[in-house]
């Protein structure tokens, strides 16, 4: 199966800064990444899918690059409600697989 | 309106049999892959498998497989996780997930089912 590794686990931030979260595939899976938020005691929330592509309605400010076996999550200005756990997910190959999450936090 | 409801949480003891259920509306049924993801008491995200309703072709992840059962009746658009016999590491929060139609990534989750399996 394919492993996925998101950097940092965790981060503090504050209210507008710029906050990026990397997520590496253990082989190179093209363009098929998704990036889904999730609050405490909500289900996750799709945000961006075949990497860079944002889901309807999600704000401007996330956005994702990358393919092959690099991506990134950004959040260019974070806004009080993106305090949240974020995780990436690999539909290249089965069994899909999440990435460990990683918990915004604010600082 | 798409939407995903699901059944409500249940409390079992191990070695106890078990079906969720997970009702899918606003769309056409047959013609999207539903899922299920399971996440344990503070813990990430976990891919359990897949199922087509309009042919029942169903896909387990290997962490999975003969662990649970995923199923469709496609005659009440709704989807099923079932298992045989119960543990207490079951323990979970259970989400249903639509697979969007030409990408594969999950455009709709329902909201979640906790599994409780205690003596």
């Known amino acids: 199966a394919i492993q996925l590794t998101q950097s940092p686990s965790s981060l503090s931030a504050s209210v507008g800064d710029r906050v990026t979260i990397t997520c590496r595939a253990s082989q190179g899976i093209s363009s098929a990444l998704a990036w889904y938020q999730q609050k405490p005691g909500k289900a996750p929330k799709l945000l961006i899918y075949d990497a860079s592509s944002l889901e309807s309605g999600v704000p401007s400010r996330f956005s994702g690059s990358g393919s092959g076996t690099d991506f990134t999550l950004t959040i260019s200005s974070l806004q009080p409600e993106d305090f949240a756990t974020y995780y990436c997910q690999q539909f290249n190959n089965y069994p899909r697989t999440f990435g460990q999450g990683t918990k915004v936090e604010i600082k | 309106e798409v939407q995903l409801v699901q059944s409500g949480a249940e409390v079992k003891k191990p070695g106890e049999s078990l079906k969720i259920s997970c009702k899918g509306s606003?769309?056409?049924?047959?013609?999207?892959?539903i899922g299920w993801v399971r996440q344990m008491p503070g813990k990430g995200l976990e891919w359990m498998g897949i199922i087509y309703p309009g042919d029942s072709d169903t896909r387990y992840s290997p962490s999975f497989q003969g662990q649970v059962t995923i199923s469709a009746d496609k005659s009440i658009s709704t989807a099923y996780l079932q298992w045989s016999s119960l543990k207490a590491s079951d323990t979970a929060m259970y989400y249903c997930?639509?697979?969007?139609?030409?990408?594969?990534?999950?455009?709709?989750w329902g909201q979640g089912t906790l599994v409780t399996v205690s003596s």
């Open positions: 606003g769309y056409s049924f047959t013609s999207y892959w």
């Open positions: 997930v639509r697979r969007d139609g030409s990408g594969h990534y999950l455009d709709y």
